[in-house]
């Protein structure tokens, strides 16, 4: 995974863990769970990685590939 590569080239260190959040899709349009109507929502296999790991000052630091 390019994020844990790029984890470790900015830290010099592993990550503590690495997740996957899919992107959905949903037929039936967009924002329809938020007006409590039926939600047909679909994973696929595209998303975000996030490789991370606990800071010890506290500050969270997101980057952006």
């Not at 080239?9 to 899919?22: E, G, I, V």
């Amino acid at each position: 995974m390019r994020c844990e590569q790029t984890f470790q080239t900015l830290y010099h260190r592993s990550p503590s863990a690495l997740s996957f959040c899919p992107y959905r899709i949903c037929p039936i349009g967009a924002h329809s769970d938020h007006q409590y109507g039926k939600v047909t929502v679909l994973a696929i296999d595209k998303g975000i990685h996030i490789a991370y790991s606990p800071k010890r000052n506290g500050i969270i630091k997101a980057l952006q590939e």
